[in-house]
């Protein structure tokens, strides 16, 4: 059974870098493609990105020119960074494996506050 795991600050300073890693247990990254979603407070889902099973990662056009998407094959982990962050950004963070063009399963999710 696949499961995902998030680590990082719950909280980052504006114009700072958030920094999010999901962990990968049950099954193996180079087999799936891989997303980060968001849902910010009283708001939607938000499609960040994602990162192919080939390694080559995917930019929401919105949020593109703050997002980088990378993976460690080695420890089977794939890490969100979003920089110059805004308390626009606060939001309840997902990592999710895409599989049959859907999402699932997702993580638990990790709240991140963008405050001074």
């Known amino acids: 059974q696949v499961q995902l795991q998030e680590s990082g600050p719950g909280l980052v300073k504006p114009s700072q870098t958030l920094s999010l890693t999901c962990t990968v247990s049950?099954?193996?990254?180079?087999?799936?493609?891989w997303a980060w979603i968001r849902q910010p407070p009283g708001k939607g889902l938000e499609y960040i990105g994602f990162?192919?099973?080939?390694?080559?990662?995917y930019y929401s056009p919105a949020l593109k020119s703050r997002t980088s998407i990378s993976r460690d094959t080695s420890k089977n982990q794939f890490t969100l960074q979003l920089s110059s962050v805004t308390p626009e950004d606060t939001a309840v963070y997902y990592c999710?494996?895409?599989?049959?063009?859907?999402?699932?399963?997702w993580s638990q999710g990790t709240h991140v506050t963008v405050s001074s």
């Open positions: 990162i192919a099973a080939s390694g080559n990662p």
């Open positions: 049950g099954g193996s990254i180079t087999t799936h493609g």
């Open positions: 999710a494996r895409i599989a049959n063009a859907s999402f699932g399963p």
